[in-house]
Nanobody, 124 residues
Framework: QVQLVESGGGLVQAGDSLRLSCAAS????????MGWFRQAPGKEREFVAGINWNGGSSDSADSVKGRFTISRDNAKNTLYLQMNSLKSEDTAVYFC?????????????????WGQGTQVTVSS
């Protein structure tokens, strides 16, 4: 079993930055890819960014490319999402998730453990 707990969300203004963290416990995540997803009210949960098991490669949605950066610290069993130049359309609940494999995938079905989410609200 893996428990994932997100933190770092909040209310910010457009153009501001936030850094989300996802602390894992119960089991090491160091051999698994990890991902960030988000869900806005009335919308499907969507892929934001993912990173492979050792941090050597990553992927991100076109909507956040150049603004969001995913990273991980396997020694701390923690995943991060640095979000810069935030826009109102980034408002959503952000979830971290553990992949079933080493490699980044965008499909939600590839992820088997999820956190409870942290709210990010960007005012324009």
């Amino acid at each position: 079993q893996v428990q994932l707990v997100e933190s770092g969300g909040g209310l910010v203004q457009a153009g501001d930055s936030l850094r989300l963290s996802c602390a894992a416990s119960g089991r090491s995540i160091s051999t698994y890819a990890m991902g960030w997803f988000r869900q806005a009210p009335g919308k499907e949960r969507e892929f934001v960014a993912g990173i492979n098991w050792n941090g050597g490669s990553s992927d991100s949605a076109d909507s956040v490319k150049g603004r969001f950066t995913i990273s991980r610290d396997n020694a701390k069993n923690t995943l991060y999402l640095q979000m810069n130049s935030l826009k109102s359309e980034d408002t959503a609940v952000y979830f971290c998730a553990k992949s079933r494999t080493h490699w980044v995938r965008r499909d939600r079905s590839e992820y088997d453990y999820w956190g409870q989410g942290t709210q990010v609200t960007v005012s324009s």
